[in-house]
């Protein structure tokens, strides 16, 4: 009969997914507070520099570390937190259009290189270094055709500072800079006031060694290698620019204006264009439904196996067949006796309940828009921020759980909830942050920036833990639905099969199952600078993912009880938790066969923060676990009738 309506289910599983997947790309809905520019004709557009980026090292430099062309002071722009944590340095650059002004080889500067920046900028050239610029507040793209005949036009953030090759007839590797950019800006017009908005920002780059006649005058020199005078523009780099020291590089640019159909609202489509989104609906529709499926199976073994259970246990008459009872029944006197190490449990699970509501929040932000990726940094800054306020919390369910435990030391409880996991977070950070300083790259969190981080865990999370304990402990202690035994009873020899570890690591699959897909894709934005931004998709999976391990953990935990032993406490926060194992062994894998890392110190950085992922990880999934599997034994509990 549950079969056989199956087809409605899944239609409407997937209309869901449709709708929610939908709150995301389109039109102008995802960008609340962000208000679009007007410009004049010959209005002056200014041009960011963001940082240098690498997918080979993944260590992100400041555009001026390189000898390129300066303006004549440098100015930072605003950042917020989260654009400093993830190593965006914006500044002022040299390059300034003029709003529907096409310019054909204009100057910008010449520059003589010494020893160290024709070595640094190597460097860089054979680490695949990108240039990122900014206009408008959009991030400059470079357009690749495929290879492909009808497949759309893929766009690469940033152009690489250079290139390797020979030249023709020798063996010799040599590096070429790329130091002629043909800029393309895309404008949508309004027809009845003749403003126009940016809606699209791309370059050519190409590497041309300049020639002029004459002495050098500035941007006012002629080039005999394009000039805009004789209409001679660059096509190609069939003369490249070499990097060596000692010589002269002149950077040059083009620019070029072209009216667009694309809307403001929806300029950021483009960037956004899925390149697998196939692979994506039909993975994540598939995962839904293996989810979904064993949910089905799991709820029901569940309802009908327990109903049995408990009228049985109800209807016992006789004194004989009480004598006689088996399973879980068995174990109420010591069911909720307390664990070893209960302090511990209460701090970890403190600390997944604050995680869980940043998450929560953090996600349901994002699903309104208000996370857009034009907004740098804004995802980072709101999940500081709501890990910070959601100490009350942590602190709150800490309380009430050590007070269930007899706890009376509330205050040893509460600094534990706030300093363990933040503190061993923050050590692993600093250890990080430590060797890229030591790379001198743009990506170590400054002095300040790190001051303020620990002013904000000090200064706010820390009371707010204290608050929440505060409150928790003032309340009346949890009731166990059932006495303990003064006691405790002796547990007798498990089956192989109900091995703690055994179970533990089987009961961390079915979780990482569930959001292993997703992964790929998150690992990926991350690593492969890309932007992440389906959180319709994201916002379902996290939803089976809280099913998947409190479902996982009910069952063992039955298993468990039935077979006698009650010391499910940690049982139940490990046997979801265990998922932490299968995403950092996961993560292993993606490093070694989906990204091309060679630097030591890049290794240790991609091992360090995928640490600190599974170890948040861990922290969110046992809780769910453990509060599944704490509301579960209350419940049957609760419900047979005990003498």
């Known amino acids: 009969m549950e079969i056989t309506r199956s087809p409605p289910v899944l239609a409407l599983i997937a209309a869901l997914l449709l709708l929610l997947s939908a709150a995301i790309p389109a039109g102008g809905f995802y960008l609340p507070g962000v208000s679009p520019a007007d410009f004049h004709k010959k209005d002056p557009l200014p041009v960011k520099v963001n940082k240098l980026t690498s997918i080979k090292t993944q260590l992100p430099y400041s555009y001026y570390s390189l000898p390129y062309c300066r303006p004549d002071t440098i100015v930072d722009s605003a950042e917020n937190l989260g654009e400093v944590l993830r190593g965006d340095r914006i500044e002022n650059s040299p390059y300034v259009f003029e709003m529907r002004e096409p310019q054909m080889c204009q100057i910008v500067c010449k520059t003589t290189l010494s020893e160290k920046e024709a070595k640094d900028l190597k460097e860089k050239i054979e680490d695949e270094y ?28 940033g152009f690489h500072v250079g290139v390797k090759g020979q030249y023709s007839g020798s063996k010799e590797e040599k590096h070429f800079i790329h130091n002629h950019l043909s800029f393309l800006v895309k404008y949508h017009k309004d027809v009845q006031t003749d403003l126009a908005r940016i809606v699209g920002f791309e370059v050519k780059p190409f590497s041309v060694k300049h020639e002029y006649e004459g002495e050098w005058n500035g941007k006012k020199t002629r080039l005999s290698t394009c000039d805009p005078h004789a209409k001679r523009s660059v096509m190609n780099s069939d003369s490249p620019q070499e990097v060596e020291a000692n010589k002269d590089i002149i950077f040059t640019y083009d620019i070029e204006f072209q009216d667009s159909e694309i809307k403001w609202a929806s300029r950021w489509d483009t960037y956004l264009l899925m390149t697998d989104d196939q692979i994506h609906w039909f993975s994540i529709v598939n995962s839904l439904m293996i989810v979904l499926f064993l949910s089905g199976m799991v709820a029901m073994i569940m309802l009908r196996t327990l109903y049995r259970d408990i009228s049985k246990y109800n209807q016992l008459e006789t004194q004989e067949e009480a004598q006689e009872e088996t399973g879980w029944k068995l174990v109420h006197g010591d069911v909720f006796r307390p664990p070893s190490n209960s302090d511990l449990l209460c701090v970890y699970v403190g600390t997944g309940v604050q995680f869980f509501g940043m998450l929560l929040v953090t996600m349901i932000f994002a699903l309104l828009g208000f996370l857009s990726p034009s907004n740098r940094g804004g995802l980072m800054t709101a999940m500081l921020l709501l890990w910070v306020f959601m100490g009350l919390f942590a602190g709150y369910s800490a309380a009430r759980l050590y007070k269930m435990f007899k706890g009376s030391e509330w205050k040893k409880i509460t600094l534990r909830t706030a300093f363990t996991f933040p ?26 920036t790190m001051f303020a981080l620990v002013l904000l865990w000090f200064g706010i999370s820390v009371p707010l833990v204290f608050v929440g304990s505060y409150i928790g402990f003032k309340k009346p202690a949890i009731e166990d639905p059932v006495k303990t035994n003064k006691i405790p009873r002796q547990i007798p020899e498990q089956a192989w099969y109900m091995n703690p570890i055994l179970s533990i690591l089987i009961g961390g699959i079915l979780p990482f199952g569930a959001v292993f897909i997703e992964l790929f894709f998150i690992l990926t934005s991350i690593w492969l600078n890309q932007f992440y931004y389906i959180f319709g998709f994201l916002f379902v999976v996290f939803v089976i993912l809280i099913v998947t391990c409190a479902e996982i953990t009910i069952v063992l935990c039955y298993f468990q009880l039935c077979s006698e032993d009650y010391s499910w406490w940690w049982r139940s926060y490990l046997t979801s938790g265990s998922s932490a194992l299968y995403l950092f062994l996961y993560a292993t894998f993606y490093f070694f066969t989906k990204l091309d890392i060679t630097k030591p110190v890049s290794g240790i950085l991609y091992f360090g923060y995928m640490l600190i992922t599974s170890y948040a990880f861990f922290v969110l999934t046992g809780t769910i676990g453990f509060y599944a599997c704490f509301i579960f034994t209350r419940l049957i509990y609760s419900s047979v009738k005990i003498d």
Do not use: C
């Not at 990080?432 to 743009?442: C, H, P, R, T, V």
């Open 130 to 157: 990108r240039v990122n610029m900014i206009l408008d507040n959009l991030p400059l793209v470079v357009p690749i055709k495929r290879q492909e005949q009808d497949s759309p036009v893929f766009y690469q953030h």
């Open 423 to 448: 503190g061993i977070v923050f050590g692993i950070f600093f250890v990080l942050n430590a060797l890229i300083w030591g790379e001198k790259s743009s990506g170590a969190v400054p002095f300040t």
